[in-house]
């Protein structure tokens, strides 16, 4: 369950770094928040990642 | 760009072949290869390209058959080799050459590894030096360190990495497996958040073909031969025996791809796009420093992603450095050598030269220790052919092989004057000449003043 939930999170922190920029590109996004969903991102991956890549 | 590998499975057998039951399947080498060749430095060769004057096509076919071609290097080269011998390089290396010619060796691959770790050193400053205004980024003419604020951000972060190599590498290792996915898409969202801020989406305006003031022009084949020979220490030089050793088939050959083409190919590109957009906007007085470059694109995500990536890059280097240098100094404890590097390390960081000189660097460090790559392969495949002893330093009982010093020394020698004489805009235009000559003269000088077998 907790590998499972990690392994989503996990998941949506990487779409969380690659859409914002792909929003910006598009003209649907302004740069801060981008920049600020990518901070996010990437901290929550770091905390979930070794929970779910070290299950594995 | 050329990385080492986080010498985790590496620590065992050191001295015997790789048993079946440690045998790894190709699983355990794609992500270790995609993580370990998009590094911070990467942030530096994009930029490189744009300064050299690469034009788009030239860059992207450049980039495709060369990363092709060194993909097929370790393919049909190193891995068949290290599947059939599952031995480390150095202990391949005693076999041919002796003792101590393999311990000059080590040294001159542990001072190249101390550099190449100093280059990421200086890249992961100019990350965290950006909340520091004092702090005053290097350009591509900066040799000499730019102040005391520059300075003291590499101090801390080499004696930060120096601390943590001293402790093992085991937990970078793992934040490298972690890293990985995520860094590749920070490259990504660079590129795209790049691109709408671009004054010119035409391709001819992002990758000009023109070089900057003083630096020479490349185009297909500059690029071409560089991303072949990047890692030419790698594939060529056999350094990989050391990790495609546990390759139980040889379709782990394949698994540089992708490190080649996430990594060399699509990160390099991305990086590039950064500074052609500087460039744009400032011309030729652009900053070329990664760190403002990223934070400007994408914020603080983007200068952490800079940081874990020198980081988990140079600290396996300092790491594998400090092994090379016990090597030498089998009396030196292994926390004394890993401290020396790590100073070594450090120092060469302070000195933005090697990382405004990555594209000479590299080829540098590729042409210095991949032919010792072509004599392995002859004492593999051609030795028993031509009549020459197989493994003959160890069949001899010698520790010094005249002759493989001398094919090591000489063509490498050579492709540094021919690089100069002949102004070739990058090292790597030597790599494959020098390699080849390499072999054959380790055949010609075997037959003459190679060590002969023991006759018991």
Known sequence: ?56 | MPSDHPPTPADEFEHERVPDRALKGPGSFWGMYAGEHTAGTEFMIGPLFVAYGVGAGDLICGLLLGNLAAVLTWRHLTTPIAMRLRVTLYHKLESICGRRLATLYNFANGLLFCFLAGAMVTVSATAVGVPFPDVRMPGFSDIMPTGAAWSAVVLAIGAAMTWVAVKGYGVVARVANYAAPWMFLVFVACALVTLPKLESHELSAIWTGVPLEGKPKIGFWGVFFFAWFCNAAMHLGMSDLSVLRYARNASSGWAPAAGMFLGHCIAWICASLLYACQLQKFGAGASVAPGPMVYDAVGVAGLICIVIAGWTTANPTIYRAGLAFQGVMPHVSRQAATITAGIVCTIAGLFPAFAMKLLDFVGIYGMVLAPVGAIIVVDIWFARRLGIAVNPALAAGASFNRAAFLAWTLPAALGFWAVRRFEMPLPTYATLPVWIASGLLYIVLSKSIGPKPCIR
């Open chain 1, 1 to 56: 369950m907790m590998k499972a939930t990690a392994l989503t999170l996990g998941i949506l922190c990487l779409l969380g770094t690659i859409v914002p920029p792909a929003l910006v590109l598009a003209g649907m996004m302004d740069n801060a928040p981008m920049k600020l969903a990518m901070l996010v991102s990437t901290v929550v991956w770091f905390v979930t990642a070794p929970l779910w890549m070290t299950a594995r």
